[in-house]
Structure formats: C-alpha cells, structure tokens
C-alpha cells in the first residue's frame, strides 16, 4: 500500500474541529443535556465534555512541547463557552504542531506514569486525541438519543463536508 494513501491529520482535525462546533451549537439548544447522567467516573454529559477536552489540550500541549500547570487545563468557568474555549486551545495547539510535523517527528517517544507506565509516539498520541473524543462523542450521542433529544443524523465521517 502507498504509505500516503489515507486520511491526514489534518483532515482528522478539520473533522474533528467541525463536530465540535455542531455539539456546540445543540448544547446552546439543548443545555439540559449537558446535565444528562453517563454514569461511570463522568456523573455527567458536561463532566465528559470536559473531561474530553482537557484531554485534547494535554496531548496538545505535550506535542507542542508547552504541558501546562494542572489549573491551566481547567475552564475559566463552567459556562458552556468556557468549557469549548478548552477545545479551541487544543485545536490551536494541534494544528500548530501539525503545519511543523515530520515523519521522524511522529516517531519521537514520550513516558507516559499513568497505568505503571508505558511510551508512545508523538504519532500514537495524535491519534488518540482524535479517537478519544471520537468514542466520547459515540457515547453523549448515545445518551442524547435514549433521553429522547433531537440530534442532527449521522455524525459520521462520510457526510462531513470537510472531508472529500
């Protein structure tokens, strides 16, 4: 197989950038789903959204070479535009790193403590800033729709408009 054949990082966060924006706007909609239970160790749709968040923006800053201070992956506040703004921090750090990215780049190792410890690649770890949120959002949308509230169908990839 042609090792460029396939979906770019790029193109991962175009699309992942344009279904946040869309959760955004139903959030803005419907902000008593953000209250819905998820169960498990996010009581909440908003605990998982920040928690969702706070993810990007850790793999984020850890590629860009900035980890930031514990607080500094908190929301200013818990306002819906607060929560997002975590988002739009990631983004902007992910996509920084990307325009300078190189296959040598994307094999560097990092340690990782949590679990008794293990590495992965900065290629690893972009990866799963995408598929992080990907089973996340698989997860809300599911509590969404068995609490009976309208989400736009499908969310998958082969509708996305940033994709061709």
Not at 3 to 31: C, M
Not at 136 to 153: D, N
Request: aromatic share 10%.
């Amino acid at each position: 197989m042609n090792e460029t054949v396939g979906i770019s990082f790029r193109d991962l966060l175009a699309y992942n950038h344009s279904e946040t924006e869309r959760w955004h706007r139903f959030f803005v909609e419907h902000p008593q789903a953000l209250a819905l239970n998820v169960g498990g160790k996010m009581e909440t749709v908003g605990d998982l959204v920040r928690h969702m968040f706070q993810t990007e923006l850790y793999f984020a800053s850890r590629l860009s070479g900035q980890e930031l201070a514990r607080e500094e992956y908190a929301p200013k506040s818990d306002s819906l535009d607060d929560v997002f703004y975590l988002h739009e921090k990631a983004h902007g750090k992910l996509a920084q790193y990307l325009s300078k990215a190189t296959e040598a780049s994307m094999t560097k190792m990092h340690h990782f403590d949590h679990g008794g410890g293990f590495d992965a690649s900065e290629r690893k770890m972009v990866m799963q800033f995408f598929w992080h949120g990907i089973n996340h959002w698989a997860q809300i949308a599911l509590v969404v729709r068995q609490a009976g509230m309208p989400v736009e169908k499908p969310r998958d990839i082969i509708l996305s408009h940033v994709l061709q």
